[in-house]
């Protein structure tokens, strides 16, 4: 039983906390159509990516409220992927919306009792009608987008605290855009998740969130994207295990969590445009044996430098991928005097870049193709920092870009250091060696051993089948009653009594068709060629 429990324990779900969304844009004045275009396409920029990333949905289900004079339901609370169209229209409802009706809405009149209560109310409805599989969301966050004040905003909610269903409730954020840029660098100038700040006893008070943003692409996409991390605190992440300054043999467990720093390029369908992979690692990406890739191409890539940017100001928490060594060319294809010019440009180049203790960041080029009459975008271009290296080589990486970051995690700065804690991590990190050099080298992880033992698995594996197939072959052709199987149920049915003349008769026609399908076989493949022509 405990060894059961340990192994629950040792596991976790995969985005399994995901909450359902529900979308409420409200264009009260001062909302305005500079506003909605800046709000419209942030969220369909996160909607497009959230449909595109492969694994469990990082948004399971969605739904898109307009509120003007009444709350009007653009799309109904639905799964996310295989409904981006949809929310594309729903988008294009809300500018069409806004450029029509401008800022004629009144601030005092306000429906957002009406939408919350509606929203609520739907999830409640359907929250024990889904059947997706593997779905556990079994909760609803509710976004209140618009220019009006957190506090107006949340006193309309207090209004319907008696009347909304808060046990499948999240929390509710009241999100206020303001249109000039008078923040911090991030766009995030106040955000409040003690509640609303209205007194009130009521229990929903508590579940409400006021949030200020900048309307710019920056402040919105780094609140959007915020939807795509994993809302899971059902179990910790990982164990940093230390040893123990004791002599008991315990050891230090430290638990934590794992924040992704940007999307995996892997799950997105334009993967390639962000990492460049050598010809073996492409052809275990795209073939299954290696008999379908021998003969495979692969591009020759051109990156466009753009900027140097000093060492100590690359952040390690950008930097992603397959590390890359780059080397002068020694193609033999290329001119003799060419050649050696290339390799002296190298090698000043890298002397130089390691004298400033400088990279360089540059942009994947495409290939020049010819102009086609088009509205789809050109693919997207990645891009990557060439790190110089003391022996005239460079190292390549990829960076990540805005549309692949996600927000930092909940930072634990500020807080006052204990005393008890300093002196024990003290102890536990001197008992641990201190390496003057890191060779990777010394370092096994037992991939040899695991690879053969795999490879004689799948041996024995083959051979017990091919004993099976042999013993279920030499069983069917041994005489015997036919066996019958009903319901689960085996039975033996005897032959019937056929009289010796018929059977005799049988076995020569059954030799005879024998003797034409073997003269048959047997037919050269010329004279068949010949019969054609």
């Known amino acids: 039983m405990s060894k059961m429990a340990s192994e629950e324990t040792s596991k976790r ?7 359902a969304r529900s979308i409420l844009i409200d264009i009260s004045s001062p909302f305005d159509h500079h506003v909605c ?3 419209c396409d942030s969220l369909e920029n996160l909607f497009a990516v959230a449909c595109g990333l492969a694994g469990p949905s990082r948004i399971p289900m969605v739904s898109i409220f307009l509120l003007t004079a009444q709350p009007e339901l653009l799309l109904p609370l639905s799964s ?22 401008g800022n004629c809405l009144p601030r005092h009149i306000s429906c957002i009792p009406q939408a919350v209560h509606q929203a609520t109310e739907q999830f409640r409805r359907q929250v024990c009608t889904f059947t997706q599989p593997g779905l556990s969301m079994n909760q609803l966050e509710v976004i209140i987008l618009g220019c009006r004040s957190g506090e107006f905003v949340s006193r309309q909610i207090e209004a319907v605290s008696d009347t909304v269903h808060i046990q499948h ?7 206020t855009l303001t249109p000039q840029l008078c923040g911090s660098e991030d766009g995030l100038l106040d955000i409040s998740s003690q509640g609303s700040g ?4 009521s229990v929903i008070t508590g579940l409400v969130d006021t949030l200020t943003l900048d309307a710019d692409c920056v402040s919105l996409q780094n609140f959007f994207h915020g939807w795509l991390t994993d809302c899971g605190s059902d179990s910790e992440h990982l164990h940093i295990v230390l040893p123990s300054k004791y002599t008991d043999g315990s050891r230090l467990v430290l638990k934590c969590d794992l924040h992704e720093g940007i999307l995996n390029p892997a799950q997105l369908p334009y993967n390639t445009a962000y990492t460049l992979h050598p010809e073996s690692a492409t052809c275990k ?10 003969g495979i191409t692969v591009p020759v890539h051109s990156i466009y430098i753009t900027a140097l940017i000093h060492t100590a100001a690359v952040c390690e928490s950008v930097i992603f991928g397959l590390p890359l060594m780059v080397q002068p060319t020694s193609c033999w294809k290329v001119d003799w005097d060419d050649l050696e010019k290339n390799q002296q440009n190298f090698k000043a180049l890298c002397h130089l870049l390691h004298k400033k203790d400088m990279v360089m960041l540059g942009q994947m080029e495409h290939p020049v193709q010819p102009v086609k009459a088009s509205s789809h975008p050109p693919p997207p271009c990645g891009w990557f920092i060439l790190l110089p290296g003391p022996n005239i ?67 024995s594996m083959s051979q017990a089948k091919k004993r099976e197939i042999e013993k279920e072959t030499f069983t069917s052709g041994c005489s015997g009653p036919p066996v019958n199987k009903v319901r689960g149920v085996i039975t033996a049915t005897p032959f019937p009594q056929v009289p010796s003349a018929i059977y005799t008769a049988h076995s020569t026609q059954q030799q005879q068709q024998k ?11 010329t004279s068949f060629l010949t019969e054609l022509e």
């Open 80 to 101: 996310l992927k295989g409904n981006l169209s949809r929310i594309q229209n729903a988008l294009r409802t809300i500018k069409t919306s806004v450029s029509e009706v």
């Open 285 to 294: 990406l795209v073939f299954a044996s290696t008999s379908k890739a021998a």
């Open 515 to 525: 003797q034409h399908r073997q003269h048959r076989t047997k037919k050269p493949l």
């Open 37 to 39: 275009g800046t709000l």
């Open 198 to 201: 209205v007194s009130s006893t």
């Open 169 to 175: 409730l999240k929390r509710i954020v009241c999100v």
């Open 13 to 19: 779900n995969l985005l399994g906390r995901q909450p």
């Open 393 to 459: 080589s460079l190292l390549l990486k990829s960076v990540a870009v805005s549309e692949l970051l996600l927000p930092a995690g909940p930072g634990q700065g500020g807080e006052e250091l204990s005393e008890d804690s300093v002196d024990l991590l003290a102890g536990v990190l001197d008992q641990i060696d201190v390496l003057e050099t890191f060779n990777p080298l010394g370092l096994t992880s037992g991939l040899f051993d695991s690879l053969k033992c795999q490879t004689k698995g799948n041996r």
